[in-house]
Nanobody
Framework: QVQLVESGGGSVQPGGSLRLSCAASGYISGYYCMGWFRQAPGKEREGVAT????????SYADSVKGRFNISRDSARKTLYLHMNSLQPEDTAMYYC????????????????????WGQGTQVTVSS
């Protein structure tokens, strides 16, 4: 099973930027669906962005389109989330997730579609 460790969270003012990283380790073989999710206090966990390793076809939640970018470095086994123009409503715990298997049509933004999760990294946007 794959282990995931997030880093890069912190506090930033509105309009600022952050880059989250997710390092994968353990038994990693074949293709995977990789994704970022977030959960704000009192709210359900929601999908932010996903990317399948076999196609690189990205999917984004409407709320982050044009501001966030998901990418990966296969050699370093690391997933990234570049977040720009951050707003207070982006404040949440951000989680990295993975699920084995190729996805030719892109990865689902549904939490139920992912089997491995990291512990999360906090992002706080405030003035």
């Amino acid at each position: 099973q794959v282990q995931l460790v997030e880093s890069g969270g912190g506090s930033v003012q509105p309009g600022g930027s952050l880059r989250l990283s997710c390092a994968a380790s353990g038994y990693i073989s074949g293709y995977y669906c990789m994704g970022w999710f977030r959960q704000a206090p009192g709210k359900e966990r929601e999908g932010v962005a996903t990317i399948p390793t076999n196609t690189g076809r990205t999917s984004y939640a409407d709320s982050v389109k044009g501001r966030f970018n998901i990418s990966r470095d296969s050699a370093r086994k690391t997933l990234y989330l570049h977040m720009n123009s951050l707003q207070p409503e982006d404040t949440a715990m951000y989680y990295c997730a993975a699920d084995p298997g190729a996805r030719w049509g892109g990865c689902n933004l549904d939490t139920k579609a992912f089997s491995s999760w990291g512990q999360g990294t906090q992002v706080t946007v405030s003035s």
